[in-house]
């Protein structure tokens, strides 16, 4: 049965008759929070120690803490030249599903490379999971090979020529761990921070480019300070600025191209993300002059610790999103989702490719279940 038009359209209007004074609550909450952030502006130190003592009380705690720069910064466009080299990786991934014929899954990955003064040029690696690669894999298992996967590809990309490089990626750095850390977890995950520990090496620039961000961290970092030290911990607990978040809190103060201060990030994953790789970021107005649009971008502890390096970073994406006209996002991370996106007439390729090998070998690959069957039966526009 399709959707009821009739029950969605009473509860639309009902929303509707609830969103001015919802509005005029975010308006009250924003403002609260924007008197906390004006009055932190020459009290990083102070903030940096309560957001530790928080830390130390609260192993669950996510929040922001200054870095190096004032925390009310607003920085203008570098008067710099973009990265000579900018590497983006892209994943997808094809799901182990006990409703298909046969078991298998794949992750395939995208990448472009612009260089000044050579065309782009496209990568792809894709790799078949079965058998032992997929016995008991979850979900975020195989998202966490992805990721692992589109490092180690622009690790490989890194390598190429000499000169200043980005590397970017779509979403943030971090990489949440499961409840159940077990030992291949583990050793994936390492992977993945020897990836990233090899781009340092190799002065790769490396960042994680969030769209539309609805990321809290500096307003979790205000509810830290508004109040005293004392009861901190349950003003967390409680959040009295929950609602507002980091964009509608800088939204006003970054114009077309400026970004924001640098802050790192306290979570826990910083034991892992530790030293060079600790995760910092700053928001960057990627929009126009009426039409604002803030990016959070994720970069390591070695980048931040130079300047130039983080300028340059500043110039690139504004150079890249500048690519996509009206809608800015970094061309090239568009491009890199393109080439890595498996949509559903390859995924029913692979699956007949294996069918035919696996009978060629005298192995029956069974069927598909009664309800996949059906299910396909409306047909699909996509697989990913």
Known sequence: MPVDFQQIRNQAVEMGRQAPEQMQ?????????????????????????????????????????????????????????????TLA?????????????????????????????????????????????????????????????ERKLL?????EGSGSAVALTDGMLDIYREPRQDAEFNRRFDDYLASLRALAELKTIVAGYVDKPRADLLVRMLELMDGTEEDMLQRARER???????????????QPG??????????????????????????????????????????????????????TLHATLLFQCRMTGSVPYPYILHRAHEIAVVGLAEREQIGAMIDIELRRNGVDPGIRSSKQFMKDLAGKARYE
């Open 155 to 159: 690790v490989d990309l890194a390598k």
């Open 25 to 85: 609550r975010s308006r009250t909450l924003l403002q609260n929070a924007l008197e906390v952030f004006e009055s932190l502006g020459d009290r990083s130190e102070e903030v940096r120690e309560r957001v530790q003592k928080a830390a130390a009380e609260d192993k669950k705690l996510r929040c922001a803490f200054p870095s190096s720069e004032p925390i009310l910064d607003s920085i203008s466009e570098p008067d710099c030249s973009p990265a000579e080299v």
């Open 240 to 254: 009295p600025l929950g609602g507002v978040t980091d964009a509608m809190l800088l939204h006003g103060r970054l």
């Open 258 to 311: 400026m970004r924001s201060a640098v802050f790192g990030i306290e979570s826990s994953s910083s034991e892992q993300f530790n030293g060079p790789l600790r995760l910092h970021f700053f928001y960057l107005n990627v929009g126009f002059e009426n039409l604002p649009q803030l990016a959070r971008v994720e970069i390591p502890a070695w980048v931040v610790e130079d300047p130039a390096l983080v300028d």
């Open 89 to 149: 990786a892209d994943g997808s991934q094809i799901n182990p599903s006990r409703h298909e014929a046969a078991d298998f899954g794949v992750v395939n990955c995208g990448a472009l490379r612009m260089a000044t003064e050579e065309l782009p040029r496209e990568f792809v690696q894709s790799h078949l999971l079965y058998f032992e690669d997929i016995e008991g894999k979850s979900e975020e298992m195989i998202a966490l090979m992805r990721d692992v996967s």
